[in-house]
């Protein structure tokens, strides 16, 4: 009877919070609608530079079902800007006899950088491959002409002893092109944990701080700490700058610790400075930090507080950058404040970017930071007030 009680209890508990109900029922759907649309719609279009290719390479190039493949023509000056500036992908210099081609590529995401490898070999295979049906299919007809020539000629003179050799036409050897690569960024051994190891320091420093900072603040508001604070002459304004400083404090010792800890310790490559890795992961911290306290507001605990991270987190994860996503998701990204971590870390950690590539990044989370500041303090004095 007790055990009955108690789980009576527990459900009356849960079956009178909606939000408790709709995360339970509703959360899980959303969630996995969102990730079904993204890995979906997985973006397979790539953007190539050409310098020079015979035009049957570039037919065969463009013509896949599979890959969608816009092309753009260049000189090799403009390749490392081109790329730099995300125009195209790779780029290929090819000579007229498709014995010496280049790849110019970036290989910050080894995934792409194979596929794309792949595509430009492949090919060029194929077009060599045509062309040696095609040749030995002439090769064959003028052979078939000599041979009824002679035949003719044997016949009208048939005291000339004539010998015609068997040629194997299937022993016919091809060339294949000599491919070489050059990274514009990244290598040709960059791991797979090179290739997100970037923005996961993001997202963990994100989601962490996120947590904390929440729970924390949600503790001060529930235990009344908060609510003695609100009776003082303490300005609003003093009152979230204090704990944004408080837990900045908290929030600067994680960051160093994962940064350093990611790149000494598991060994991920930093082409680029590592203070601007630092700074760009203390302003993640301060906007998942100033986010963590305004969402803990509008949470009775602490449960209801970690139901925010399916909706929170979940969806910056898969719209932040880490994926191939269409035009469409590329857009809906632009409004997570984890894209710009991720674009920023990748600039710096894999491109060897400066400042003057990540500046924008960082205004966009400084700016985020103190909207959530500014909505901060309109929250609490809708809270003095009451």
């Known amino acids: 009877m007790r055990i009955k009680a108690l789980t009576t209890r527990i459900l009356t508990q849960v079956t009178h919070d909606k939000r408790t109900i709709a995360l339970i029922l509703i959360a899980p759907l959303v969630i996995l609608s969102l990730v079904y649309f993204i890995l979906n719609s997985e973006s397979n279009s790539y953007n190539l ?12 190039l463009t013509h896949n079902d599979d890959l969608d493949i816009k092309l753009t023509y260049l000189k090799s000056k403009d390749i490392p800007n081109a790329i730099k500036n995300k125009e195209i992908l790779a780029a290929i210099d ?18 792409d950088a194979e596929k794309v490898q792949a595509l430009v070999k492949s090919s060029a295979l194929k077009v060599l491959q045509n062309n040696m049906k095609q040749n030995a299919e002439d090769t064959k007809e003028k052979l078939s002409t000599l041979l009824d020539s002679l035949t003719q000629l044997k016949t009208k003179m048939p005291q000339v002893k004539l010998q015609v050799p068997e040629i194997d036409l299937s022993e016919l050897n091809m060339t294949e092109p000599n491919f070489t690569t050059d990274y514009i960024y990244g290598e040709e051994d960059t791991s797979f944990f090179d290739n997100f190891g970037a923005g996961l320091i993001g997202i963990i420093i994100f989601f962490v701080v996120f947590l904390i900072a929440g729970i924390n603040f949600l503790t001060e508001r529930t235990s009344g700490t908060l609510e ?3 009776s003082t002459p303490i300005k609003r304004s003093e009152i979230i700058i204090g704990y944004v400083f408080g837990f900045s404090l908290l929030a600067l010792l994680q960051t160093l610790l994962i940064t350093f800890f990611v ?10 400075s590592i203070w601007y890795v630092l700074l760009i992961n203390l302003l993640t911290a301060i906007t998942a930090l100033t986010l963590g306290i305004l969402l803990s507001s509008l949470a009775n605990n602490e449960f209801q507080m970690v139901q925010f991270i399916p909706i929170v987190i979940l969806p910056q994860v898969f719209l932040c950058g880490l994926f191939n996503l269409s035009n469409g998701w590329e857009i809906v990204g632009l409004l997570m404040p984890l894209h710009y971590t991720t674009n920023a870390l990748t600039e710096v950690m894999l491109k060897g970017s400066g400042f003057e590539r990540i500046w924008l990044d960082c205004l966009i989370l400084l700016g985020c930071s103190l909207i959530f500041m500014f909505l901060n303090i309109q929250l609490l004095k809708r809270q003095r007030s009451l």
């Open 94 to 111: 090819m000579n007229s006899s498709m014995t010496e081609a280049k790849i110019y590529l970036d290989g910050t995401n080894s995934l």
């Open 228 to 230: 003695k604070l609100l």
């Open 49 to 60: 530079g050409i310098v020079a290719a015979p035009d049957a390479y570039i037919e065969e």
């Open 263 to 272: 790149i000494y310790v598991l060994g991920l490559k930093v082409v680029g």
